[in-house]
């Protein structure tokens, strides 16, 4: 502060250099809605359709959920590749709980949470503390628990379940307000709700910032973006409230990924991990227990892992033993093509997400468009490379 | 261009009969805006043992990686000439190809592979691209031989003490015909029966007529068998003594490594000492991976409120270790010894509990363990602190932005804002940025290890005024440093450190390099 004319000066310094440093998560979303632009194009607008769309939401629920914790994980510049079977046991254990033994679903539920937290727990141990490389200890996880959940189904799907829990990923919210025709106002309340609320917290933090003097973009592309938000938000939520109206799935989605935005964004503890992961020895240095945080990030990817096992058995009404596989690789490349580094120490929430959402796109635009399954897997492959590689380019300017 | 070099080198070299077999001719080097090398001159003749002496960061080893190549040609000024001819090496390979090898400090063996296949790691004997092993046996056994070694080829090299590893590089070298050997502090390591059996090794290829280059810091060795002595300080040639002109005194050696002038580079400053503020009592630490090699060796120490304490010593002499294991056993194992600030005693059982119980520590890493290059100024800054910026556990991102804007001003850190990657600072401006978040977590005790490492001028002078203003501000300050001149020029009080034990203590107005030194050097011949 004895130099006030620094702090003053900053902004017109800086102005035109805002387009660069955030061009990755501009860049992120302007993909995203070129691929949903290209592919209504392309079906004849039958992916913007509003049964489709809540497919598409329903779909691709557990691997946004997973991700989430997949980007902590990345973040601390680890991996965990058990996901998908940790996903499939926790389904399955769900699923004699539920089944065989009766036991009520709300229960089990929290058992199957507790017992994600565990797994999550037993693998951190030996990645945190015993300090095995995580590709491994998670490698023999993705083995484990995928032998686990075979021997626990007993080489057979069990289902279905109670219709209460099935409502967990193929449930909507209820209609409070009695609904003209086929139109759920509620849903479309919420949705312009949150609209209006994200809208205002921008404009909150733009005010907030410039009162003190601090940097922020361009108002023309403040505007933009907030009228580009508040339309696609207030768009998608129109086209569900004309299907069947919110998903239970969403909602919890949506609240979990206001969460961990918020944790990684503005929390003590999300700093920190960023700071591991961007240079494990300078971390330690200040005082931050390394070996702890990533003892929990794990933790938190097995609780995810288990909820996303209860979203994908609920969805397809039965835990099979296929189920999750496979599942980690679409979580792991829902975060790179997020921008997480591989390198650790980069990556947001917010990126995990629209990475997750631009897969689930392109999985069901091309299956709209008769695409094999084999050419699909050719495209997404080259995506994910595509996107790392722009990626890394960018880097380097 | 071939115009005699003498007119550069302050002190001519000694007429001799033959043209060198090597000789280096105004090589300058920088790293970014620091000098490392600026005209230096050196030749070397043929079947002599030169030693290259000079301080810590006095351009030997720099001007070794120009001649092996590891700088390549263009990357330097200046031109290289062996056997009288001028040469541009491109990387390693080149020079090897000539018969110049290099054998560094940290010996590059690879620990998990036999002798013979370390000494024919790249050059192995072969018949259509497969390893001929008899061949490969024979030939390490006769190498080990003319090294004096008896071990089996097949023994692996971490089975081996330091010393015979020591030799197993000459013998590499020797597999590759070389003709100018280079040993960057080859018996630092070394006991004393090792120590000697390689400089008794080293006069047995002088008889041979094989050339070497000795860096060393062991004077006494040095004048046991060099034929001549290069002086280099600050990156220059102060010059060169020929052994066989008559008797070398070490302190003259000594004088020439350090005699500099001190003035206008340090800022001038009134103590004004309190009591005693941090105290160490035997404090001792062991090496992480080998257990049985105690680095820091009961040492006390204490420091008063407003003293600047510097802690001289040799590389390898144990003051990292010892500020490492202090700050939270960051450093070592089976750490013991007491630590008190203002006389209660502190426990400093992990990094969190250090900087709570009052201590910061600034690596001499600042890249490596400093800094989150990736980050910006304002989140390496509040790193150390975050419990300054937030309330129940989130972070106020103004009251964070502000702190960082408070410390660019006081330290003047020079970047667009406190936005800026850290990793795209200078070098001076990243040292700001750690300081500053070590100042944020508001210290009584500051450990400051190379503050002004690979820093130029200009940002050291700038370094300088803030230690003094913290020690004015009645802080107790440690200072780590290789630099001699910059001790004597900021310390009130200078600590001698050898081999991890504290071998004298200097007041501040008497404090000379020749002083420090020579309690070095003391310790040293009497161990030997």
Wanted: glycine share 10%.
């Amino acid at each position: 502060m004895s130099n006030p004319s620094n702090t003053t000066a900053a902004p017109q310094q800086r102005g035109t250099g805002f387009w660069k440093d955030n061009l990755r998560e501009y860049g992120m979303l302007i993909s995203l809605l070129a691929i949903v632009l290209i592919f209504a194009y392309l079906t004849n607008g039958v992916i913007l359709r509003p049964l489709n769309l809540t497919n598409i939401i329903l779909q691709n629920s557990y691997v946004v959920i997973m991700a989430l914790g997949m980007l902590m994980i990345i973040v601390t510049g680890h991996i965990d590749l058990s996901v998908g079977s940790v996903a499939g046991f926790i389904g399955g254990v769900g699923a004699v709980l539920m089944v065989p033994y009766h036991i009520d679903f709300g229960v089990a539920a929290l058992l199957c949470l507790i017992l994600g937290g565990i797994i999550g727990a037993a693998q951190g141990y030996f990645i945190a503390y015993l300090k095995i490389p995580s590709f491994i200890v998670t490698l023999a996880g993705m083995l484990v628990f995928r032998g686990l959940m075979i021997t626990v189904l007993g080489s057979q799907a069990i289902g279905p379940f109670d219709p209460s829990f099935q409502k967990l990923s193929s449930g909507f919210i209820p209609e409070l307000i009695s609904s003209e025709g086929s139109f759920y106002v509620t849903s479309f309340i919420i949705g312009i709700l949150l609209a209006v609320f994200l809208v205002w917290q921008s404009f909150q933090s733009r005010v907030r910032h410039l009162s003190h003097g601090v940097e922020t973009e361009p108002l023309a592309l403040f505007i933009g973006k907030n009228v580009v938000v508040f339309g696609i938000i207030a768009y998608i939520a129109y086209l569900i409230s004309s299907y069947r109206g919110m998903p239970n799935v969403l909602i919890i989605m949506g609240v979990l990924i206001a969460a961990y935005a918020f944790f990684t964004n503005r929390t003590v503890i999300g700093r920190q991990i960023y700071a591991v992961g961007g240079n494990a020895k300078a971390a330690e240095l200040s005082g931050i227990k390394t070996q702890r945080l990533v003892f929990w990030t794990f933790v938190n990817m097995g609780v995810l892992a288990g909820l996303a096992g209860l979203v994908v058995a609920a969805r397809l009404n039965s835990a099979t033993p296929k189920a999750g596989t496979g599942f980690e690789l679409d979580v792991i490349a829902a975060c790179f093509i997020g921008g997480a580094s591989a390198y650790g120490g980069v990556g947001k929430v917010t990126g995990a997400v629209i990475g997750a959402f631009l897969m689930g796109v392109m999985n069901n635009g091309m299956s709209i468009l008769g695409i094999g399954i084999d050419l699909q897997q050719v495209i997404k492959g080259l995506v994910l490379l595509g996107a790392v590689c722009v990626d890394v380019y960018n880097q380097r300017r | 261009m071939l115009d005699p070099s003498t007119n550069t080198v302050p002190h001519p070299i000694p007429p001799v009969e033959k043209p060198p077999i090597l000789e280096m001719r105004g090589i300058s080097k920088s790293f970014g805006a620091v000098k490392a090398l600026s005209d230096v001159s050196f030749a070397v003749q043929e079947g002599e043992i030169h030693a290259l002496v000079g301080e810590n960061g006095a351009g030997k080893s720099t001007l070794m990686k120009v001649l092996s190549g590891v700088y390549p040609h263009g990357s330097y000024e200046g031109s290289i000439l062996f056997d009288g001819e001028e040469r541009q090496f491109r990387d390693i390979n080149d020079s090897e190809k000539l018969g110049i090898i290099i054998i560094h400090q940290e010996l590059a063996l690879i620990p998990l592979m036999s002798i013979a296949e370390n000494i024919f790691l790249h050059s192995a004997p072969s018949k259509f691209g497969i390893i001929d092993r008899d061949e490969r046996r024979r030939r390490t056994k006769a190498l080990l031989e003319k090294v004096g070694l008896t071990e089996a080829p097949e023994m692996l090299i971490t089975n081996i003490g330091v010393g015979k590893q020591q030799m197993v590089e000459i013998a590499k070298a020797l597999s590759k015909d070389v003709r100018l050997l280079i040993l960057d502090e080859p018996t630092a390591s070394l006991n004393e029966t090792d120590s000697a059996a390689l400089l008794e090794l080293l006069k047995e290829f002088r008889r041979r007529g094989i050339t070497s280059i000795m860096i060393s810091h062991k004077l006494n060795e040095i004048t046991e068998i060099a034929d001549r002595i290069t002086v280099l300080r600050d990156g220059r040639t102060v010059g060169t003594m020929d052994c066989h002109a008559g008797p070398v005194d070490e302190d003259e050696i000594v004088r020439r490594m350090v005699d500099r002038d001190l003035e206008s580079r340090y800022p001038k400053r009134e103590p004004k000492i309190g009591d005693v503020v941090f105290e160490v009592e035997n404090w001792s630490a062991f090496h992480p991976l080998h257990s049985e090699r105690q680095v820091v060796k009961n040492v006390s120490m204490k420091v008063r409120a407003g003293e600047i304490v510097g802690i001289s010593g040799l590389m390898g002499a144990g003051r990292t270790e010892f500020a490492m294991s202090l700050f939270g056993r960051s450093w070592g194992r089976h750490i013991t010894g007491t630590a008190k600030l203002h006389g209660k005693e502190l426990d400093l059982s992990d990094v969190h509990k250090a900087i709570k119980a009052g201590l910061a520590y600034v690596t001499e890493d600042r890249k490596q363990l400093g800094l989150v290059l990736a980050e910006d100024i304002r989140k390496n800054i509040s790193l150390a602190h975050l419990g300054g910026v937030s309330k129940r556990g989130v972070i106020d991102d103004i009251a964070e932005m502000k702190v960082a804007q408070e410390f660019r001003g006081r330290m003047r850190i020079r970047s667009h804002n406190v936005y800026q990657e850290t990793g795209k600072l200078s070098g001076g401006n990243q040292q700001k940025v750690v300081l500053s978040k070590w100042l944020f977590t508001g210290p009584e005790v500051l450990i400051l290890d190379e503050p002004t490492r690979g820093i130029d001028v200009g940002a050291k002078y700038e370094i300088y005024t803030i230690i003094n203003e913290l020690a004015d501000a009645g802080k107790a300050v440690v200072v780590i440093s290789s630099e001699m001149p910059e001790l004597i020029g900021i310390c009130d009080r200078i600590m001698v450190m050898h081999e991890g034990e504290f071998v004298g203590e200097v007041a501040g107005e008497q404090a000379t390099q020749e002083n420090i030194m020579r309690a070095i050097m003391r310790r040293k011949v009497r161990e030997q």
